[in-house]
DNA sequence: ATCTCTCCATGATCTGGATCAAAACGCCCC
DNA sequence: GGGGCGTTTTGATCCAGATCATGGAGAGAT
């Protein structure tokens, strides 16, 4: 079981303002932007949502925020990984989901977070005072349209993950995963042979409500069958057809 | 396991138009307005809305459509219960949520249908074409404002479900389940001593991820020990808190 | 180079809930 | 009332994955 994060030291630490003009990496130059919920804008709108972005940079293994804390802010990741996850009161942990380049955090809009979300990696953000957003989004009507595309593809992905967690075995619940995410990275990066993995064991195991164990007896497994090869920080899959037969069934 | 639900014969039975204005049950008198998504209209909004409203009849144990159909319509249930769920390739379903009064139905606004619904009782909706639907909220931003608050509001209950599959013991997960319904139809029906449980020991076991076997002992040696009563079609809880105590661990 | 710390791998054992099996209970229809 | 059928209950047994235990590998720190 992992120990608590290191808070980022204030709410303003590595902030960049950008509304000015005087900042560096602009939307128009953002290597996210057509992934992300600001692709909704037109160009005069993209100027007002700059003026209340800031950037901001957080290290690695940092705690972005806790469960339970006020939404004074919502995010788009620009760079990095983070960990969202859910805890119980005895210390069990529901990793939710993982935020990559592109996604929006804080899609609830609701007052308060109902997860945490860690840095894995270093990661940079665009950060949105929470109202403004909101008043922005009741403005602008491509806006809330965006994020309403956002939240119910997320839904999409959360019921999906729900009949991995209620009825898939553990190796499907691997495969599963591993299939995903080189999805989701390929979408980012273009197709690629090496799929890096930021997140721990633990993590993995926390996100499919595995151990531990069991999740890297599976892995090295498949490394034993060459459905896969260790690589540093992440692997290979020599193998997709393996594990795309696994999750079928 | 059971087998496949009959469909209703045809996308226009029990179909009562309500575009006219002669139809009895208009949106002014509805149950579930509050609730529901329409809350959201001005009183001239309604009535445009109203004009793309079709009110419909599904029978008990009927399917209403199927994952992977095209989703031409969307629905607001106004009466009775629906079991949502996903199925896989060898005959293992994962229930994702029961769909009750004000609750809508293609939040995603889909050309497809990601999972099937299933009338448990006999059911009224509100049927809209799904593109005039779109487009009505594209035009009205109280409507995008609202479907986005019904979906992420739908996303935090699918993060909070994730936590019970992926980390919950078989006991707490039923413990939960109960809670859950029960708040759930004291909104609708105001705080009541008796449950009403419209889906089958299989439905409960297949959203939470356990046998029905497993259930059903849960629920029996409640019984027995007088933390739960059974009544006809349902159960009335007699200790609340022993169900509260076993969620929070 | 050694120490410490965290993460990962792997073997041995245990167990919660699944699976298998068989009554018992409605409930509808005749 | 009685027969058929789907659902639920209850008991006996099993097993996938959890738990327990140990060792190893890498990454900083000094």
Redesign the pocket.
């Known amino acids: 079981m992992?120990?608590h994060l290191p808070t980022s030291p204030g709410p303003l630490s590595g902030l960049t303002p950008c509304g000015g003009g005087q900042c560096a990496s602009v939307c128009a130059e953002c290597r996210v932007r057509l992934y992300a919920v600001c692709a909704a804008l037109e160009r005069d709108e993209i100027n007002e949502l700059e003026r209340i972005t800031q950037h901001m940079t957080l290290p690695a293994k940092t705690a972005l925020f806790h469960a339970g804390d006020a939404a004074a802010s919502v995010y788009t990741v620009t760079s990095g990984t983070l960990r969202l996850q859910r805890d119980l009161a005895d210390g069990r942990r529901q990793v939710i989901g993982f935020a990559i380049p592109g996604d929006f955090i804080g899609l609830a809009m609701d007052d308060h977070f109902g997860f945490s979300a860690d840095s894995l990696t270093p990661v940079n953000l665009c950060r949105f005072d929470r109202q403004a957003f909101a008043r922005l989004a009741h403005e602008k009507h491509g806006l809330m349209g965006r994020l309403h595309d956002f939240a119910s593809h997320e839904l999409g992905l959360a019921q999906e993950h729900m009949v991995v967690l209620g009825r898939r075995?553990?190796?499907e619940?691997v495969a599963a995963f591993l299939l995903r995410w080189r999805e989701r990275m390929a979408r980012l990066t273009g197709a690629s042979a090496t799929l890096a993995l930021p997140m721990?064991?633990?993590?993995i195991?926390d996100h499919l409500?595995?151990?531990?164990?069991?999740?890297?007896?599976t892995?090295?497994r498949w490394?034993?069958e060459k459905v896969i090869l260790?690589v540093?920080d992440g692997i290979r899959i020599l193998d997709q057809g393996r594990l795309e037969q696994t999750v079928a069934g």
């Open positions: 992992e120990g075995r553990a190796e619940r721990g064991r633990q993590d195991a409500g595995l151990t531990i164990e069991t999740v890297s007896r892995l090295a490394m034993r260790d540093p």
